[in-house]
Nanobody, 120 residues
Framework: QLQASGGGLVQAGGSLRLSCTAS????????MGWFRQAPGKEREFVAT????????SYSDSVKGRFTISRVNGKNTAYLQMNSLKPEDTAVYYC???????????????WGQGTQVTVSS
């Protein structure tokens, strides 16, 4: 199971940090990722991180503003979001893939979403 938290309401230019904690069969190696879905739009990729945390990838829309990280001892991944824009408003979902390195289409396990709202 994946439990996401940390969403909220923030003004444009502000910051939020999302957390995603995995529970259950966490002995396997897994990559983690963040995706988001804005009202009326399809879910889109935000960022992924490999099992070791060495390999990360970001969508062009968040590159340079968001940072994904993980602490395997805590089975937790984070998404630090800085310089937030109104267009970042969405429900953010964390996901996991049973792979050391995963592409954006490889994620099989999904958590519930957490709402992020950025006001202008």
């Amino acid at each position: 199971q994946l439990q996401a938290s940390g969403g909220g309401l923030v003004q444009a230019g502000g910051s939020l940090r999302l957390s995603c904690t995995a529970s259950g069969r966490t002995s396997r190696t897994y990559s983690m990722g963040w995706f988001r879905q804005a009202p009326g739009k399809e879910r889109e990729f935000v960022a992924t991180i490999s099992w070791t945390g060495v390999i990360t990838s970001y969508s062009d829309s968040v590159k340079g503003r968001f940072t994904i990280s993980r602490v395997n001892g805590k089975n937790t991944a984070y998404l630090q979001m800085n310089s937030l824009k109104p267009e970042d408003t969405a429900v953010y979902y964390c996901a996991a893939a049973e792979a050391v390195v995963a592409g954006r289409n490889d994620f099989d396990y999904w958590g519930q979403g957490t709402q992020v709202t950025v006001s202008s």
